[in-house]
Nanobody
Framework: QVQLVESGGGFVQAGGSLRLSCAASGRTFSAYAMGWFRQAPGLEREFVAGISWTGAETSYADSMKGRSTISKDNAKNTVYVYLQMNNLKPEDTAVYSC?????????????????WGQGTQVTVSS
């Protein structure tokens, strides 16, 4: 059974930090590129950050560059993907979801992802 389970969301004041986690199991997710996306009410889902299957390559949305770090732990049967977010802003408020794509390189197009988690809410107050 494929599962991508996010955690770590919550309520934080502007300027604060959060670390999101995604636990991926049920497939050999060490062979998958992974990504984080977000969706705010009334807006389209948007790419936040992505990482290649080995973790050697990363990519970030312009809005998150310099404020976030994505990492991947392939060491165990359950693969973990983390998103460290710093200096959070109210416009970062959204539901954040992790996703897995059976590809080697970073994937920014949500249509190319094969599996999705349910998401975790991040709320940033001003």
């Amino acid at each position: 059974q494929v599962q991508l389970v996010e955690s770590g969301g919550g309520f934080v004041q502007a300027g604060g930090s959060l670390r999101l986690s995604c636990a991926a199991s049920g497939r050999t997710f060490s062979a998958y590129a992974m990504g984080w996306f977000r969706q705010a009410p009334g807006l389209e889902r948007e790419f936040v950050a992505g990482i290649s299957w080995t973790g050697a390559e990363t990519s970030y949305a312009d809005s998150m560059k310099g404020r976030s770090t994505i990492s991947k732990d392939n060491a165990k049967n359950t693969v973990y993907v983390y998103l460290q977010m710093n200096n959070l802003k109210p416009e970062d408020t959204a539901v954040y979801s992790c996703a897995a794509a059976f590809r080697r390189s970073v994937v920014t197009d949500p249509d190319l992802y094969d599996y999705w988690g349910q998401g975790t809410q991040v709320t940033v107050s001003s």
